[in-house]
């Protein structure tokens, strides 16, 4: 059953009861006896683990493509290879 926090609409006392969720009968204030408002408050959110984070993916920025290719290097998205100029047209030597 999860807790609720309520605060009295006549003397503003704020309290903490343990309700089912199907549960709808209003809620009375334990020092005055008037009515309550059940109040919200935001969920704190903790991420643990991997995969959370924009550095988490990206262990390695430079790293060989493949294990038999050692003149290719994967950096983000592109490949760029050994002998190639700016545009990427292979070099003639």
Excluded: L
């Amino acid at each position: 059953m999860p807790i609720y926090e309520y605060e009295c609409n006549h003397c503003s006392f704020r309290f903490e009861r343990k309700r089912k969720f199907s549960e709808n009968t209003p809620v009375s204030c334990p020092q005055c006896g008037s009515n309550t408002q059940r109040i919200f408050s935001p969920v704190p959110i903790i991420f643990k683990g991997s995969g959370f984070y924009s550095t988490d993916n990206r262990q390695n920025y430079s790293r060989p493509a493949h294990k038999g290719d050692t003149d290719k290097t994967v950096t983000g998205n592109m490949e760029s290879k050994g002998d190639t100029d700016d545009h990427g047209n292979k070099s003639d030597e």
